[in-house]
C-alpha cells in the first residue's frame, strides 16, 4: 500500500490505468445496457419494465461501493496517515452520490407501474436516500476542510461513522416488511434466471470499471490542485 503514497508513483500507475478502465467500462457497461434493451426477453411478473434493472442495480451496488471507498479511505488515513487516503475518499464522494441518485431516479421510475407510486418510505428506500444526504454532507464537510486548511480528521471520521448505513441498507429488506423485493443474488446462489444474471453481471463489472477510472481522475486532479497550490504558496514566500 505505502508503495503509492509517492504522489509521482501513483501518476505513473493512474496514467496508464485510467484509459485502460474507462474504455473497458464503457464498452462492457454500454455492451451490457444493450443487450439488456434489445436482447433480453420481458419478464414474466415484470414485463418490459425489468430493463431498467440493467441500470438500477448497478448504480445500488456503486453507491454503496462509493462509501465503502470513502470508509476504507479514510480508515488508512486515520491509523497509517497515507497521503493520498484522504484524496481518495474526496475523489470517490461525487461519483458515488451520482450512482446513488440514479439508483434513486430509476427506482421510482420502476416503482411506478409495479407497485403504484413513485415513492414510498420504505426501509431499502429510505435508507438509500439516507445515503444520498451522508455524500453531500461528506462533500460539504471535505470542501469546508480544504477550504479552512483545517485537519482531514474530521471528515475522515465522518466517513467511518457514515458506513453504518451500508449494512442497514443491505439487510433491509430482510429486517423488515418491505415492498422491494428481497436479495435475487446471494453468497453462492441467485435466484436470477440466466438470462438476466449474464448480462446483470457484465453491467455491474462494466459500470464499476467506470467508477473506478472516475475515481482516479478525480484524485489526478485533486492532487494537481495540491500540488499548483503549493507551488503558488512557495513562490509567495520566496516572493516575500
Not at 61 to 83: E, N, T
Amino acid at each position: 500500500m505505502h508503495v503509492f503514497a509517492n504522489p509521482k508513483r501513483f501518476l505513473s500507475l493512474a496514467q496508464w490505468l485510467t484509459p485502460l478502465l474507462l474504455v473497458s467500462g464503457v464498452v462492457l457497461a454500454g455492451g451490457a445496457l444493450a443487450w439488456g434493451l434489445f436482447v433480453v426477453p420481458p419478464d414474466r411478473l415484470m414485463g418490459e419494465t425489468v430493463r431498467i434493472l440493467f441500470l438500477h442495480v448497478p448504480t445500488a451496488w456503486l453507491g454503496m461501493g462509493g462509501w465503502s471507498a470513502i470508509a476504507l479511505s479514510s480508515l488508512v488515513y486515520l491509523v497509517w496517515r497515507h497521503p493520498l487516503a484522504a484524496l481518495a475518499a474526496r475523489a470517490a464522494a461525487v461519483p458515488g452520490l451520482v450512482f446513488t441518485l440514479i439508483c434513486l431516479i430509476t427506482g421510482s421510475i420502476w416503482g411506478r407501474p409495479t407497485w403504484g407510486t413513485w415513492w414510498v418510505w420504505d426501509g431499502r428506500l429510505t435508507s438509500m436516500l439516507v445515503l444520498a444526504f451522508l455524500y453531500v454532507a461528506y462533500i460539504a464537510l471535505a470542501q469546508a476542510a480544504e477550504r479552512e486548511g483545517v485537519s482531514a480528521r474530521i471528515p475522515a471520521i465522518f466517513g467511518l461513522l457514515g458506513a453504518v448505513n451500508i449494512p442497514i441498507i443491505n439487510r433491509s429488506v430482510v429486517w423488515w416488511n418491505s415492498l422491494h423485493q428481497p436479495p435475487s443474488i446471494t453468497m453462492g446462489r441467485s435466484s436470477i434466471d440466466a438470462a438476466f444474471l449474464t448480462p446483470l453481471l457484465v453491467s455491474v463489472l462494466g459500470f464499476s470499471l467506470l467508477f473506478g477510472a472516475v475515481v482516479l481522475m478525480r484524485m489526478r486532479a485533486l492532487l494537481a490542485d495540491t500540488q499548483a497550490e503549493a507551488r503558488l504558496r512557495r513562490r509567495a514566500m520566496e516572493a516575500a
